[in-house]
């Protein structure tokens, strides 16, 4: 190998290596961000991903439309569709939201927050807040 070569591949392997790098910190900061979630929701009985249902729910409130598909929340909240519909069975057992078919595609399934919901997703959401700034703030 020549010198003008073995330069280039070590400038290639220092931009690769810093990118790796760049993901493995942006892995950890989530993994830690995700744990401290899930610790201080804990006493309030949910998980950062229950959190995440009820505060996209909350949003679909804000925004007029009252619910949002299962879909829709797949695409939001990051999980798979079983470990979403189990979540949302769960959310459901505990009173928190309620679902409904849709009155425009009798297949799909619009899921809404009950009174209950809200009312926890307003007191959790100072909580959450709170960890993600304390989280993710320079």
Not at 76 to 83: D, F, I, N, P, Y
Not at 113 to 126: D, F, I, N, S, Y
Request: hydrophobic share 40%; charged share 30%.
């Amino acid at each position: 190998m020549d010198s003008c070569y073995r330069a280039r591949m070590a400038t290639v392997d220092k931009t690769e290596q810093t990118l790796v790098d760049r993901w493995r910190d942006i892995l950890t900061l989530h993994a830690r961000t995700q744990c401290e979630l899930d610790r201080t929701l804990h006493a309030h009985g949910l998980c950062a991903s229950d959190f995440e249902v009820l505060d996209v729910l909350s949003e679909a409130a804000g925004d007029g439309s009252c619910s949002y598909r299962v879909q829709e929340i797949s695409e939001r909240v990051h999980l798979s569709q079983s470990a979403l519909s189990r979540l949302i069975a769960r959310l459901e057992k505990d009173g928190l939201l309620e679902r409904a078919l849709c009155p425009e595609d009798r297949r799909g399934v619009r899921v809404a927050l009950t009174a209950k919901g809200r009312t926890l997703h307003g007191e959790v959401l100072p909580v959450q807040r709170a960890v993600l700034t304390r989280m993710l703030t320079d």
